[in-house]
């Protein structure tokens, strides 16, 4: 035998075996234990399975009822039918709703791709021939540290600051740089975070000027 727990005519738990039910389990055909909890509901009488409806009442966080209630919206739909709420009122998924959503996957997709881009680094010429520069986010930190402290009243004209880089070879190293130099890798730095901003602002007003799902698809993050 298998039993149900209801509450607010939602099934909560479902109880299976030979066991005492609780006083206020609802016995029911076994044969529906086998399916997700979610898929079962209260018809005000018995325990039901959702998907063989096709008229639900749905509630205020889009759950779909059997049965009528205060704040409850009627919609005539399938079990897995995909809902919207569109000015207070529920009503079915359409293509335009779909088609706004699949810009709006690829806008976060584009977001992602111009965050990693941002902290993948970034050349400069600043110490006189081009050195790759890291950009993380503490990178972009102590970059800042570095500028703001060439840029202090009172710096002795010999003054340097390390600055972790690498050369054209690739080594890694961190080499010292005059104010000057700092200021101009700092200069790129910002450039760079910027180019990247500027292209995920241009790219995003590509997408939502798309016209086709196709057009959509085209658009994107180019390294």
Known sequence: MSYAIVENDRITRILSGDLVAPEDAIAFDAALSFLPADRLG??????????????FFVGDDGRKYAVAAVGRQEVECSYDAELVKDVGVWRLVNAADQFAALKASRI?????????AIIGGYSSSALGSEHQYPSKQTDQ??????VTDS?????APDWTTPFWCADEGSAWAFRPHTAT????AGADGKAHILECQTRLAQ????????????????IVWEE
């Not at 209260?42 to 008229?55: P, R, Y």
């Not at 976060?108 to 990693?116: F, G, P």
């Open 42 to 55: 209260w018809d005000g009488e018995a325990v039901i399975d959702l998907a063989t409806l096709d008229v």
């Open 108 to 116: 976060a997709v584009l977001t992602a791709a111009c965050a990693e």
């Open 141 to 146: 930190i102590n970059m800042m540290g570095s």
């Open 151 to 155: 840029l202090l009243p009172g710096q």
């Open 181 to 184: 130099e700092i200021q101009a």
């Open 203 to 218: 790219l995003s007003a590509q997408v939502m000027g798309a016209t086709s799902a196709e057009a959509v698809a085209a």
